[in-house]
C-alpha cells in the first residue's frame, strides 16, 4: 500500500480490510470484516451495516445519513473521499483511519 487519498473523518477509528462495493443489499450478506465502499449510504442499507469494519461514503458531508449510522454503531466512516466508488476495487486490500480522513491503498 503505496498510495493515498483523504477524505473528511467522520467517525474515528483505524480499520483494515477488503472492499465490498454495493449493487445489490444481498451482497451485504458477505460483509464481515469488509469495508464498505458507496456513492451515498441510504436508509434502506441501515440494517446491513452490522459487522462492516469500516465505510467510506463518496458524497455528502459528515451531517448525511450514513455518517450519523457510522458513529451510532461506532464503525469507522469516511465521507467526501472523491471517485471512491471508481477508485478501489472489489475485494481490494485498504486501510482506514476515521480521525484523519486518510486511506491507504
Do not use: W
Not at 445489490?24 to 462492516?52: A, Q, W
Not at 469500516?54 to 471517485?83: D, F, Q, S, W, Y
Amino acid at each position: 500500500m503505496n498510495k493515498f487519498i483523504r477524505g473528511d473523518p467522520a467517525f474515528v477509528g483505524k480499520a483494515t480490510g477488503k472492499i465490498i462495493k454495493v449493487d445489490s443489499i444481498m451482497k451485504l450478506k458477505e460483509k464481515k470484516g469488509r469495508i464498505l465502499v458507496v456513492k451515498n449510504l441510504t436508509p434502506d442499507l441501515t440494517p446491513f451495516l452490522f459487522d462492516l469494519e469500516g465505510i467510506i461514503i463518496e458524497m455528502g458531508g459528515i451531517l448525511t445519513h450514513g455518517t450519523i449510522v457510522a458513529r451510532e454503531l461506532k464503525i469507522p466512516c469516511i465521507v467526501g473521499v472523491k471517485n471512491a466508488t471508481s477508485l478501489f476495487s472489489e475485494n481490494q486490500s485498504i486501510e482506514m483511519d476515521g480521525g484523519t480522513g486518510e486511506i491507504n491503498y
